[in-house]
């Protein structure tokens, strides 16, 4: 089939792991691709894994310089094994930047030192209620979106732009944390002169609320116009495979000479075992004796087999 567009990017959700469990993050739309390659090369070129090539660097040149015998030559391997570990090592940390959280003891993880700054994860919400339900949603959606067949029919931009709105709902929502505790500080309180602005709090929060389930709506119908196209490209994947298919078989025509030949080769068969009877004199078949033979014919049989 194909593809009006070319291939897209990948999706903006990853699976990642936290030391709290895997979850989901949607990544920042205003990180530029360059930052991201950054990012990789300072998890790369951790100072660790530096300092152990560069020892194993030092250790290898030394060993090469200090001549033959088996000290230098394991000296040697010790120096090439440290290189070829810390390369191997800081490879696999780049290649798992966005995907593995979990560090040492005591050592924060950059990318999630900042909430917002390069992702946010949908255990951020977990803590809002109904509102963490509807964010957890949001999150879902976009990566059905980007991972949808139907991409490859639409409008390439309108994939950001339903990453973007997602962010902005998903930070407009986690600006509402200090106005959700406020509220609910206000709620409790036993002076009856703050229920006024209780009650401004509650709306406020609530404005956010129905803002983010219109965005949600909107989403959710993308995502059904998306699954019926996909629908839409099977039906039409299965009508070409059937057609192919049904195509190979034979036609009817075919079948109708293959049913003449058949028919016909007991006939043939027939005049050639009946002209080898009548050269031997081999006598007449069962079949071709009178019917009233047939019974003492069988009576013998059976006697002689007796």
Avoid: N
């Avoid at 291939?7 to 895997?22: I, K, L, N, Q």
């Avoid at 490209?233 to 109708?256: C, E, I, N, Q, V």
């Avoid at 006939?267 to 004796?289: H, L, N, Q, S």
């Amino acid at each position: 089939m194909t593809r009006p567009h070319p291939p897209h990017p990948a999706t903006p959700v990853r699976m990642a792991t936290f030391p709290d469990g895997p979850d989901s993050v949607l990544l920042s739309p205003d990180i530029p691709a360059r930052r991201w390659r950054g990012e990789r090369i300072r998890a790369g070129l951790r100072p660790r894994l530096v300092l152990t090539g560069l020892a194993g660097a030092v250790l290898a040149v030394l060993a090469a310089s200090s001549g033959s015998g088996f000290p230098a030559v394991l000296a040697l391997s010790a120096g090439v094994l440290a290189v070829a570990a810390s390369a191997l090592a800081g490879w696999r940390s780049a290649l798992r930047l966005l995907t593995d959280h979990r560090h040492g003891p005591g050592t924060w993880c950059r990318l999630d030192r900042v909430r917002g700054e390069f992702f946010l994860r949908s255990r951020d919400f977990v803590d809002l209620g109904a509102a963490g339900t509807v964010a957890r949603i949001l999150i879902t959606g976009v990566d059905e979106l980007h991972r949808s067949p139907a991409r490859a029919w639409i409008e390439p931009s309108l994939c950001g732009e339903a990453h973007r709105m997602v962010w902005q709902a998903l930070c407009c929502l986690d600006r509402t944390r200090a106005a959700r505790s406020l509220a609910g500080e206000l709620s409790a309180a036993p002076d009856s002169d703050v229920g006024e602005l209780a009650a401004a709090a509650h709306q406020a929060v609530s404005v956010i609320d129905d803002a983010l389930d219109e965005v949600a709506r909107h989403l959710r119908a993308c995502l059904i116009l998306t699954r019926a196209w996909e629908a839409k490209l099977r039906h039409r994947d299965l009508a070409a495979r059937a057609g192919h298919t049904l195509a190979l078989l034979p036609d009817h025509d075919h079948l109708r000479r293959l049913s003449e030949t058949a028919e016909a080769l007991p006939r043939t068969m027939f005049a050639y075992i009946t002209a080898a009877r009548d050269v031997t004199g081999a006598g007449a078949f069962p079949w071709e004796k009178p019917p009233s033979t047939w019974s003492r014919h069988r009576v013998r049989s059976g006697q002689g087999l007796s």
